[in-house]
């Protein structure tokens, strides 16, 4: 082929691309509202303060309120979305609450043996992130922050929606819900027929949704609910006005003593062999030196302050050079850290090593979790997974997620 007709060839192909002159042009507004609709920006909470008010629950044979909310799926659901549903179940529940976690399962086992009737059962939290302590968190793994919803349904294995009501109650103070969980069922015409307990054993394995099933059945047969309002027992609804203890809970935390003190090899071993101790004992080895020791240690304190009411404690190993204490000590102030503080002060650095865990390869930071008698159940070099250590913990047999 000459020069000459391989350009020709090329201009042909190039014209071919482009499109003949009667092509219509693109146009760019389409093309905006298909972006547009493709990334459409997710939901993002924003908790507000709610004034202080009487919530009252709604009363059996009212006419359900209806409600758009986001969804731990990502997406906005209303009652509307769910017309087809004989009876639908709305359960108030939470991330957070041990008894809200004891009854998840029978709610799953509910939703699955039911689904086939036309009953659909949501869940929603209507907790505040506003209104909730640390100290609260005893029994979990996450709070009750819409963001940390995914988490907790994909974990636990939802099999029904999973809605989030916390910036503004804006449903939840229609429905009244006094705990978690709380059930209302309504029926097809969306009339409430039966608010109160799941059933009346907290534990897991002592009850399967006696009242839940009950009622169901009753409205599937077209009967009255024979008990149509039962009690409830739970974690109190955290109103965003509940806040009360939030800046006294701060304060009796930033009143504790901190201290550092000098520790060597055999007070290493002694923390670690924890023998005379009653609690799971967490340990982390850190310096100022490193960074990211200092940037992730205030989420031990969080830990220490979410479990420290349980058979829990944490304990801090500084490996600052022996004559850093006052820089170690001053760091420890500035984070709050009011738990046991120790300086290892032997002059090889080696020695902590080998008195703490031979498995240890000497990087800072490191992190472990022992039970009483010096069993290691967690153990951790570099940075750490706080929802992955926050699970070994909670789930482990001295702690639980439900009384």
């Known amino acids: 082929m000459t020069k000459q007709c391989f350009s020709l060839l090329f201009l042909c192909l190039l014209l071919s691309a482009c499109g003949s002159d009667n092509a219509e042009p693109e146009d760019p507004a ?4 298909t972006q547009e609709a493709t990334s459409a920006p997710s939901f993002e909470a924003d908790p507000q303060p709610v004034p202080e008010q009487e919530v009252t629950t709604l009363a059996v044979g009212s006419q359900a309120p209806d409600f758009t909310l986001p969804g731990a799926d990502g997406e906005m659901h209303s009652l509307a979305d769910y017309a087809d549903a004989e009876v639908v179940v709305i359960a108030f529940t939470a991330n957070h609450c041990p008894t809200a976690q004891a009854y998840e399962q029978r709610l799953i086992d ?17 907790n505040s992130p506003l209104g909730l302590l640390y100290e609260e968190l005893g029994y979990t793994d996450l709070n009750d922050d819409y963001d ?49 307990r799941i059933d009346e054993s907290e534990r897991p394995g002592t009850a399967q949704a006696e009242d839940l099933r009950a ?71 850190w310096a100022t030196w490193c960074g990211p020791c200092v940037m992730e240690y205030p989420e031990f304190i969080k830990l220490q302050r979410m479990y420290g009411a349980r058979d829990f404690e944490f ?19 500035q984070v709050h ?17 080998a008195a703490l865990d031979p498995d240890w390869n000497g990087a800072l930071p490191y992190t472990l979790l022992v039970e009483p008698g010096g069993e290691v159940v967690y153990r951790h070099q570099a940075e750490v997974d706080f929802l992955e250590l926050k699970r070994a913990i909670v789930e482990h047999k001295m702690m639980g997620r439900y009384y």
């Open 30 to 33: 389409a093309t905006s509202v």
């Open 315 to 333: 304990v801090s190993i500084s490996a600052d050079k022996p004559d850093q204490g006052a820089r170690a000590l001053k760091f420890l102030e």
């Open 148 to 196: 940390v919803m995914e988490t907790r349904a994909d974990y636990a294995g939802f099999n029904f929606p999973y809605l989030y009501d916390g910036d503004d109650h804006a449903v939840s103070l229609k429905y009244g819900p006094v705990a978690t969980p709380h059930v209302f069922i309504l029926d097809a015409d969306r009339v409430l027929r039966y608010t109160g």
């Open 110 to 126: 509910f939703q699955r043996d039911y689904a086939d009737r036309g009953v659909q059962l949501i869940a929603i939290s209507p």
């Open 337 to 353: 850290s009011g738990v046991d503080n120790y300086h290892f002060t032997g002059d090889n650095i080696y020695d902590l090593v």
């Open 215 to 285: 009622a169901t059945d009753a409205l599937l047969a077209g009967e009255p609910v024979p008990n149509p309002t039962t009690p409830t027992f739970g974690c109190s609804t955290k109103w965003a006005w509940k806040t009360e203890y939030n800046e006294q809970s701060e304060d009796k935390w930033q009143a504790r003593p901190v201290t550092l003190e000098p520790a060597g090899v055999d007070k290493i071993k002694e923390i670690v062999a924890n023998a005379d101790g009653d609690k799971l004992r967490l340990i982390n080895v």
